[in-house]
């Protein structure tokens, strides 16, 4: 088991996180009554993009996004081969930097200014992962994935700020409307692809299989909430994730940017209204 | 060979046009024409794009963004003209500010006349770009496994033959392509 | 067999006045390159006898009257001293709280006589301060013999009082020994003061007003600790008839009242010396010094004093309302500091910040007073202790480059001063990132503190973590951007700088690397000492994660660079709307001009810079010491 699922999740997480993002583009043409891409579309621009020629601004932009992939990647094995979650989220916060890095590294306009955003949604996101973290230790005694997935109820009952503020945190975690602060997937905006600017290219598909993993070990979390030890809370906790990636979609596609300091102030508000809650609760009654 | 067709990302640029073919671009990717389901996705960084879309007749100040943005393209890649400006420099053809269309700095693979172009016949000037870009994808990927993997970045003069040569382009014209500056002072 | 303890106290005082004395550059430089080594040889020799010794805690000079009274006898000289000091600057109500403390002591002294218990006691914990001492601050010293000849080229307008300078920083030094070294708390109130006044002599170097301000805003804070120093010893030794530090503690966990009312007033103390909220204003003023004294005082070891003094208390602190109150300061001001630090452009600001707010994550850690959390505060001390010290002088080195030490400015320090650059990166890695020090003592105290169920602690080190690695990461962003403003740059960095910051930055790769190792020889000892019974922090599972995890990060970047080279990459110009002029560095305005551009950061000044938020800070702490001691005192607790 050990072995086996993080094979899995190398094999399977970017086939899981493309069909995820085609499904998001279909989705979304159809909330826009338009036709749409076919779901295999990512695959498509992948593919075409390795096709393409490597082209950077400075030759460092290419080593720091292999890096990038690489942590990203070691870190989703981590968390599927059941150990130590609390780890795992300081791994990820780590690679992220990376990403931070091959952008700033190019002193390009564009480039940098997403690059700082990009360092500011971490700023958000780290109170609301790390609390996450901490909710399912204070429930299980144990910060294992590997424990946590033998539970004998789902975590969410107990748990359902904890949920919250992580489903909040999503959104800039997926860098998704109204949070799409440090890059943005519809051209037109003020700071064009933001650290993805200056990636074209293979890179520019390492960057897009990268984000699949990202999100999927994301949504794992959230299947983290729903599983127990009951074989049918897996079916239950898909269908949770699919939910989840729907709201993200429909969130994204009826909202406009915020600025990044509101989002600060929002993410933190939730954070704390929502899991600080639940954590003083939880701490009461345990 | 990499199957690129289906994914043609665009890079649109208005170069001086009256902004009536560049709502026409926008429209072909608006539900009504919705071109996103070629797989046409309007990117606005060159760096990610495959297909160049310029509207409207090159001037002074826009020939050397229209030359930079190709530059900073990926091979391989295409250029569409959309509307009769961008083709040949339309109405304005003989303004004192205007060079002419936007074959006089870059080579153009499609031309779409209309004024303003429609929707319908920008994605068929799209798609008939689509199927260029094809085309020298194979001609990359076939040199590629002619010359190893590593040949695949290398900007060697061999590779701009393939994609496009802008000076085999301009003989075939039989026209240089044009100064801005100096030429059009002298006037 | 312990000749070693006299020698650490006393031969680095001595070479202080003999320091004083010359005034030859030359001779001062090869006296300290002989001195420095010597009582690295002796901390050396300190280490192995004891553990020759079984390397356990060790009581010695238990009869000691002549040494009490000399030390009796440098209490009141200090007294007289800072009375002085005082007197002259007309700011007579701060040497009250030098006579009132001095008196209280000396009378009690005269009342009680000599007590028959060790005055010091050497372990593990106060070898790993002794070590930092000596080493961190031996490679300080050596660095600065090379820096204050550059620092005094510069500065022309600050009078030349080196042999002054050098006098103050072994003296320092010494008094630093003694202090870690020291069981009996009279002593140790001697020794505390001792670093009070060094502190305030450094900062006054320069003599600006500025300086001389700050200097004596940091002697009344200081000594307003040490007046709750002197009145919690006081108050124990009258009411305990006992002397020691680890009587202290017995008592206090046997439910003596006077034994917890004095664990308070220490751990009070040891909350102005470690520069916690609202007492921090002092180590940012402090900044005005040479930069060897704030690397060496207001960053790697004397403001450990006060971390050191409430890691001896967790023990009787775990649990009790003190703790509580002490945990609770310590990590708003690991949270807060780090919010002012992202809007602070001054690099030594910054690291005057991030000190103060790392200062607080250590004293959150003691104030829980859990092994799992001294555990982790150890290593902070460890990591920090290195990488201040690291970062200060690095920073003093590139300031004397740039002429300037403004973040920005560092704008592609890699490529203009690489040296410096990458013992930067070295510097700050080790601050945040995984798998350096911070990140598993992050995760052992969020642990703890949930096991311990105190709330508010684990919110601020949550979102404290984040802010953290916000102004760290953007400081290192800068550091790599690539730039084009080639303006050439001079490394003008002596060797005897950069002897120091190479050691520096090997010992903390080293630290890093040997981490594991070091938690199982030293630290769980050190451990099982202060708590007696003491179980496994971390599991084995834990620990051959982080070994992976190490190899992970170091060799992922390294391998994916090697292979990176051998890929065929095309240079393409930034983009910049189409409008780049060719070189990446400027663009076509809206003339038609070229105009350079210039990347920046936001620091958010006006939001969150200290301005804004320092004085509701102070004012929220100030009421919870309020009630912390209206509870103990009024005996809830």
């Known amino acids: 088991m050990r072995i086996l699922m993080p094979i899995l999740f190398l094999l399977l997480a970017p086939l899981a996180g493309g069909l995820l993002d085609g499904m998001d583009r279909k989705i979304s043409a159809r909330m826009q009554r338009r036709v749409g891409p076919p779901i295999l579309q990512p695959f498509y621009d992948v593919q075409k993009l390795f096709a393409k020629q490597r082209i950077v601004v400075t030759n460092s932009q290419t080593f720091l996004m292999i890096t990038y992939m690489v942590l990203i990647i070691f870190t989703g094995c981590m968390f599927y081969s059941g150990v130590d979650m609390l780890m795992c989220f300081f791994m990820l916060s780590t690679a992220g930097i990376f990403l931070y890095f091959s952008a700033v590294v190019t002193d390009s306009p564009y480039s940098y200014i997403g690059g700082q955003r990009e360092l500011f949604q971490e700023m958000c996101c780290e109170p609301a992962v790390l609390l996450t973290a901490l909710g399912f230790y204070i429930l299980e005694g144990s910060f294992q994935t590997s424990d946590l997935i033998k539970a004998d109820r789902s975590a969410i009952l107990a748990l359902p700020g904890f949920f919250v503020a992580f489903l909040f945190i999503l959104t800039i975690k997926m860098r998704k409307s109204p949070f799409d602060e440090s890059t943005s997937h519809h051209p037109h905006q003020e700071l064009v692809k933001g650290v993805t600017t200056e990636l074209g290219g293979s890179n520019l598909a390492l960057f897009q299989i990268t984000e699949w993993y990202e999100n999927v070990l994301m949504l794992s979390v959230v299947a983290l909430f729903i599983l127990n030890k009951n074989p049918w809370s897996i079916l239950c906790a898909v269908l949770v994730v699919l939910a989840t990636y729907f709201l993200e979609i429909l969130i994204d596609n009826t909202s406009a940017r915020m600025k990044s300091q509101k989002m600060l102030q929002l993410s933190w508000a939730v954070t704390i209204a929502a899991a600080g809650v639940n954590l003083v609760i939880l701490i009461l009654v345990r | ?187 | 067999m312990w000749w070693s303890i006299p020698f650490l106290i006393i031969f680095p005082m001595c070479i202080g006045a003999l320091l004083y004395c010359i005034h030859v550059q030359k001779v001062r430089k090869g006296i300290a390159y002989v001195a420095t080594p010597a009582i690295m040889a002796a901390t050396i020799d300190l280490v192995v006898t004891y553990f020759n010794h079984g390397g356990q805690p060790v009581d010695l000079y238990v009869n000691v009257p002549a040494a009490s009274h000399f030390i009796t006898a440098g209490e009141i000289a200090l007294m007289i001293f800072v009375t002085w000091k005082c007197i002259r600057a007309k700011k007579y109500w701060i040497s009250l709280l030098s006579i009132v403390p001095t008196i209280m002591i000396v009378n009690m002294e005269f009342k009680l006589g000599e007590m028959e218990a060790a005055h010091i006691r050497v372990d593990h914990l106060s070898l790993l301060m002794c070590l930092i001492v000596a080493f961190v601050g031996g490679l300080i010293t050596i660095y600065a013999m090379g820096y204050m000849d550059g620092y005094h080229q510069h500065h022309t307008e600050v009078p030349e009082r080196r042999h002054f300078f050098f006098m103050v920083v072994y003296v320092f030094i010494g008094a630093m020994f003694g202090f870690v070294l020291s069981s009996d708390l009279v002593w140790i109130d001697f020794f505390w003061e001792t670093t009070s006044v060094c502190s305030f002599l450094l900062i006054g170097y320069t003599q600006s007003e500025e300086a001389v301000t700050n200097s004596f805003r940091a002697l009344w804070m200081n000594l307003l600790g040490g007046t709750a120093l002197a009145f919690g010893i006081v108050y124990f030794e009258t009411a305990a008839k006992a002397s020691t530090l680890q009587a202290l503690v017995q008592n206090s966990q046997d439910g003596v009242r006077a034994a917890a009312i004095c664990v308070m007033l220490m751990a009070f103390a040891a909350l102005t010396k470690a520069a916690q909220l609202p007492f921090s204003t002092w180590l940012i003023g402090a900044m005005v010094a040479p930069t060897p004294s704030s690397a060496l005082l207001h960053s790697a070891t004397m403001v450990k004093a006060g971390i050191y003094i409430l890691f001896r208390l967790a023990p009787a602190m775990s649990g009790t309302m003190t703790g509580y109150f002490i945990a609770g300061i310590g990590g708003f001001t690991f949270f807060m500091t780090s919010v002012i630090a992202i809007g602070q452009v001054d690099a030594k600001k910054v690291l005057a910040y991030s000190t103060i707010s790392n200062l607080g994550l250590m004293v959150a850690c003691a104030g829980i007073g859990r092994p799992e959390t001294i555990w982790a505060g150890v290593f902070l001390m460890m990591f920090h202790a290195i990488s201040k010290s690291l970062m200060f002088q690095d920073v003093g080195a590139t300031e004397n480059c740039l002429h300037s030490r403004h973040l920005e400015d560092m704008h592609g320090l890699l490529y203009r001063l690489p040296k410096l650059a990458v013992f930067m990166f070295i510097g700050i890695a080790g601050m945040y990132l995984a798998p350096f020090g911070m990140l598993i003592s992050k995760w052992s105290a969020l642990r703890a503190s949930v096991d311990s169920k105190n709330v508010l602690v684990i919110l601020f080190i949550v979102f404290g973590s984040a802010t953290t690695s916000f102004y760290w990461s953007k400081w290192l962003g800068k550091i790599i951007s690539r730039t084009m403003h080639n303006e050439p740059v001079k490394d003008i960095t002596k060797k005897n700088e950069m002897v120091s910051l190479s050691i520096h930055a090997v010992a903390m790769v080293a630290l890093c690397a040997l981490f594991p190792v070091v938690s199982n020889i030293y630290v769980h000892p050190l451990l099982a000492e202060t708590f007696g019974t003491y179980t496994d922090v971390l599991s084995s599972g834990i620990m051959n994660m982080l070994v992976i995890l190490i190899l992970v990060v170091f060799l992922v970047p390294l391998v994916a660079y090697l292979s990176s080279r051998q890929l065929h990459t095309n240079m393409k110009l930034s983009y910049m709307n189409g409008a780049n002029c060719g070189n990446d560095n400027t663009f076509t305005d809206s003339f038609g001009d070229p105009k350079k551009l210039h990347m920046a950061n936001d620091y958010f000044t006006e939001r969150i810079g200290r301005h804004a938020l320092m004085v509701p800070c102070q004012l929220a702490v100030t009421a919870a010491i309020v009630v912390m001691f209206c509870i103990v005192l009024g005996g809830v607790a």
């Open chain 2, 1 to 187: 060979m990499a199957n690129v067709k289906r994914s043609p990302w665009l890079l649109h640029y208005d170069a001086s046009s009256c902004n009536g073919c560049d709502i026409e671009v926008l429209a072909s990717l608006t539900p009504v024409y919705d071109a996103e389901r070629f797989g046409v996705v309007n990117t606005a960084d060159p760096m990610q794009a495959d297909i160049l879309l310029v509207t409207g007749g090159v001037n002074a100040q826009s020939a050397e963004v229209v030359k930079q943005l190709y530059d900073q393209m990926a091979r391989p890649k295409v250029v569409v003209a959309v509307g009769v400006c961008a083709c040949t420099g339309g109405v304005f053809k003989d303004c004192y500010n205007i060079n002419g269309g936007v074959d006089t700095v870059i080579p153009v693979d499609v031309y779409v006349p209309g004024c303003a172009a429609r929707p319908e016949s920008i994605i068929d000037g799209i798609v008939k770009a689509v199927a260029i870009f094809q085309e020298r994808s194979d001609k990359h990927d076939k040199y590629v496994k002619e010359h190893g993997e590593s040949a695949r970045d290398t900007s060697d003069p061999d590779a701009a033959a393939r994609d496009g040569n802008p000076a085999d382009f301009f003989n075939a014209l039989g026209k240089k392509p044009q100064e801005h500056t100096d030429h059009k002072e002298e006037k």
